[in-house]
């Protein structure tokens, strides 16, 4: 059952536990108007940027970026799109080559960017680009830029961020550690190397008056070993900071039975008050499954992957009565059949295709495909996007097979629409004790299964 309450947790000063630490308070305020069944929390998360003024509804998403940009989308076609999330997630992976000039430039990432008013994310990898194995020490880690390898040492971790000028950003951290062949006793090192890490990292933070009211998320790791979870957990939440990024256990490395198992554990050591960003999950299946374990924010990497397959978002999650108040297409059953035979799928509970994030989920349509050439609906019927306003599947295929740039600047459009409309969908189920509603939408007898049997 479901119960109703309000949480309102102000900045006030701490300390950790070893007594090493003394950072200013947190301006970042969760709120939470509902939890349901004990772990799926409704909410905003308030007081973001430097001055406070955003906010982010829970559960959300983040606006993912390319160097700041969505890709193939300029910054005045994005916000043709109503919604968006005022968050906007940067990497290092492609900052940290241009640290030279941005440090000539002086004013920080948003204004050398030409970002519209935003929070800026900074984190330490793309979650849609695998990074190679093997190159971290004690006292470094690696991204991976056009360029190649840059090594980063704390101090070169940390004078980035100064020069980024990030509202928040993730801590250096030891992430290596996902796939199934890590050793218990590398895994060890991990949590321990990120704890230093972030230790390290505070300690430069808090003399800094450049990250002087700017956010420190602190990293969660430990493989798929719960214990080192668990101990990740409990100490990372004895630290100053102002929320926690769940890392490793992005789509490919484990099942979602295991990942919820490990989510649940470790939030069990995160205080109730502070946001939980998890790392490398987009799939629509395992973000129902994330948010019921208790996670509040995802990266927004889906529809750039889906777009980059010449595939559009294409699954059911409407749930309201009046789609005109909700904002949000209609339901509507599209013909996937045969993208799934050819892909050999087996629907049974979304579980399909987890080990490689470049192949075609069965939540979006591949608009390469031949019979498409001569369909004149729009990709999703009812969809209030500019592309499926505009536009057709058979004009979609023509752009695709002729290898035309506006092809990924309209799929961009659509998924990116597709993908916020389902987390406000999600939010929406969640305040109407809906969302076992929304699961057949999307998973069951509303959705994929309704597809398969026609």
């Given amino acids: 059952m479901s119960h109703e309450f309000i949480h309102a947790v102000g900045g006030s000063p701490f300390s950790a536990s070893t007594g090493v630490f003394a950072m200013a308070g947190s301006r970042m305020q969760l709120e ?3 939890v349901v069944q004990g772990r799926s929390r409704l909410g905003v998360l308030k007081g973001l940027g430097r001055t406070g003024q955003h906010s982010l509804e829970i559960p959300g998403c983040l606006l993912y970026t390319h160097f700041g940009t969505v890709p193939h989308l300029t910054q005045d076609t994005l916000h043709t799109l109503i919604s968006l999330p005022s968050v906007t997630q940067i990497t290092l992976s492609h900052i940290a080559e241009h640290q030279e000039v941005l440090e000539e430039f002086k004013d920080g990432f948003r204004k050398f960017a030409g970002l519209h008013d935003t929070v800026l994310y900074c984190s330490l990898h793309d979650p849609a680009t695998p990074s190679p194995m093997g190159y971290t020490t004690n006292k470094t880690v690696s991204v991976w830029g056009s360029g190649g390898r840059i090594e980063l040492t704390v101090a070169k971790f940390m004078a ?16 290596e550690t996902w796939q199934n062949s890590a050793s218990r006793k590398r895994v060890r090192k991990s949590v321990d190397r990120t704890l230093a890490h972030l230790d390290e990292c505070l300690l430069v933070h808090q ?12 990293v969660v790791e430990g493989g798929d070993i719960l214990e080192e979870r668990v101990r990740s ?3 990372t939440a004895k630290r100053p900071v102002a929320g926690f990024c769940l890392d490793g256990l992005q789509t490919g490395s484990m099942d979602q039975t295991l990942r919820t198992q490990l989510i649940t554990a470790m939030i069990k050591e995160l205080p109730e008050d502070k946001p939980r960003l998890l790392h490398g999950v987009g799939r629509p299946d395992e973000v129902l499954a994330c948010v019921e374990a208790g996670v509040d924010l995802f990266e927004n990497f889906f529809p750039f992957l889906a777009t980059e397959r010449g595939c559009a978002l294409s699954f059911g999650f409407d749930i309201s009565t009046d ?5 949000r297409a209609p339901p509507t059953v599209l013909e996937l059949n045969e993208e799934k035979a050819t892909a050999g799928e087996s629907q049974q ?3 399909l295709n987890r080990h490689d994030q470049t192949q075609m989920t069965p939540f979006e349509m591949n608009l390469k495909e031949k019979r498409y050439q001569d369909d004149f609906r729009p990709l999703v019927e009812g969809c209030g996007c500019y592309c499926c306003k505009n536009h057709q599947r058979a004009y979609l295929h023509h752009l695709l097979v002729t290898n035309e740039l506006l092809a990924g600047v309209l799929l961009m459009i659509h998924n990116t629409a597709h993908y916020h ?6 939010r929406e189920a969640l305040a109407t004790d809906k969302l076992d509603v929304l699961k057949k939408r999307v998973l069951g007898d509303g959705g994929l299964q309704t597809e398969r049997k026609e």
């Avoid at 980035?160 to 992430?175: A, I």
């Avoid at 003399?207 to 602190?218: C, D, I, N, R, T």
């Avoid at 409309?421 to 999600?426: D, E, M």
């Fill in 349 to 351: 509970n979304g579980d």
């Fill in 233 to 235: 957990a409990r100490e």
């Fill in 160 to 175: 980035l961020q100064k020069t980024v000028q990030p509202d928040w950003y993730q801590s250096m951290c030891d992430g």
């Fill in 421 to 426: 409309g389902f987390f406000g969908a999600l």
């Fill in 323 to 327: 789609p005109e108040r909700a904002g």
């Fill in 32 to 34: 939470l108007s509902r």
């Fill in 207 to 218: 003399k800094s008056k450049e990250l002087e009211g700017v956010e420190v998320f602190g």
